[in-house]
Structures are given as C-alpha cells and as structure tokens.
C-alpha cells in the first residue's frame, strides 16, 4: 500500500510539474512579444524638483511633486544594502530575476484564495513593475512581472539593478528613491543616518502609508525592529548593534525641504 501511494505520489508530482511548465511556456510565448524593451531602463530619466537658490548658494525653496534626489550604487551605505536585503530579497544576490520559493507561495495563494496576496517578488520583479507594469494584483501581470525580471538580470548587472531600484521606489510623503526619504524624514543625507534609522527607510517599500513612521511610529518601529531582528538573523549586524538600534525611539518628522548640500 505504501510502494502504491509512493508511486501515485511521484507520479502526480511528476504530472503537475509538467504542466506548470506547459503553462509557462505557453504564458512566455503568448506575452514576450507584448512585453516593453528592457534596454530602455538605462535611459529612465529621473525626474528631479526644482531648486531654487540664493545669490549665496542658501536654498530658498523646493519645487515639484516628486521629492528625489538620486544617489549612485557606490554611495549606497553598506548598512542600508543589507537592511534593504532582510526587508525585501536576501537571495537576491544569488537568484536570477525570480525567487522559485516566492512564486510557489504567490501561486499557493492564487489558487487557494483566487488572488495574489504577497506576491513574492524579488527586488528586480520590483524594478519591472514600478517602470514598466501596474500594482493590479493580477495572474497576467504577475507573468509579465517574472518574464521582465529574467529579461533584466540579462540585460543588466546587479549593481545596476540596485542602483535603479533604491532610485525609484516611492517611499511616502513625496519621497521617491532612499536618498530622498532620507532627507524628508530626517534631514540629511543617507549616508549620514544611524543603523535604527537605515531599517527604518528600508521598511517603507513594502507598504509607505502603513509603515510610515509619521503616520504610523508604532507599525513603523514593529516593522524596523523586525528588519534588524532579520539583519541579526543573517550575520549582517552583531548583537551589540542590534541591542543599541532597538533600543532607539522613533526619531523621524518631517522636512518640508530638502537641505541645501548636494
């Protein structure tokens, strides 16, 4: 009885693999030709607010609906690289556009709830949503999203890939890219903010009205505390560090203007 249920075991599991690929294939063949040119990510022009400064060099004023100020992947702190990792794509490095394990889960929740709850999308799935796609929750879109991504980490290097994601990921309060919220949230630059404040900005893509730390300190410093846990967890910070930065209060308001340093 055992050997028969082994063998129906592996034989359905062998049947469903086949046309999940069946699937995919027919998805790749009827969508590629509709999706965008990924070659155009390296000309994404970001637009920038206009500053407006005085005769000695003192900023008067900010202009613009999108608050940003882009930062190159060599001036991305190192801290902020792997708190953005724990919070969003800790295989990122080793994956090619796609977490196998994420997609799993996405699909779980499709068929069991009829819709995509967490989505399970990689940073690079991010990129090809945020430039080329919509947020809609959808089977199809949920396809061009994976096909973009396997497209970009061809076309693209991950340095690249990072430095185009931390630059266009909307962070609330008119803050668009790291850089930006950085200085909305509390002043200065990334470079210059403490570890509990580096998690604090990387909690913000997942869901920027819900983990705002304007909005919502609480949920906001549930959510920093939960990255650091997470930093700790994957040998990216000790635990002097992790004990120090959680022990640290909200200490974000906000920055009507950006300062005047560059």
């Not at 300190?217 to 549930?222: F, H, K, N, T, V």
């Amino acid at each position: 009885m055992r050997k028969l249920f082994i063998y129906w075991s592996v034989w359905l599991t062998v049947l469903s693999t086949g046309v999940a690929l069946a699937c995919f294939s027919a998805f790749y063949l009827y969508l590629t030709p509709t999706l965008p040119n990924v070659e155009n990510l390296r000309e994404v022009k970001l637009q920038t607010p206009l500053r407006v400064m005085s005769a000695d060099g003192k900023l008067i004023g900010v202009f613009g609906k999108k608050m940003r100020r882009p930062i190159h992947h060599r001036d991305i702190p190192q801290v902020y690289l792997h708190a953005l990792l724990a919070a969003e794509d800790d295989g990122f490095y080793e994956h090619h556009g796609v977490s196998v394990k994420g997609l799993l889960r996405a699909v779980s929740q499709l068929l069991l709830s009829g819709r995509i709850q967490s989505g399970g999308s990689t940073i690079t799935m991010q990129v090809a949503r945020n430039v080329f796609l919509t947020r809609n929750q959808t089977f199809v879109r949920k396809f061009k999203e994976v096909f973009l991504a396997l497209q970009i980490e061809r076309e693209l290097s991950k340095e690249e890939i990072i430095e185009l994601y931390v630059n266009i990921i909307f962070l609330g309060n008119r803050a668009y890219g790291v850089n930006a919220a950085a200085e909305v949230y509390y002043g200065k630059p990334l470079s210059e903010l403490d570890l509990a404040q580096l998690a604090m900005i990387a909690g913000l893509p997942k869901a920027p009205s819900i983990y705002n730390p304007l909005a919502n300190p609480l949920r906001a410093m549930i959510r920093r505390n939960w990255i650091l846990s997470r930093m700790q967890s994957l040998g990216y910070i000790n635990n002097d560090a992790y004990n120090r930065a959680m022990a640290q209060p909200v200490t974000a308001r906000f920055y009507r203007n950006f300062s005047a340093h560059k």
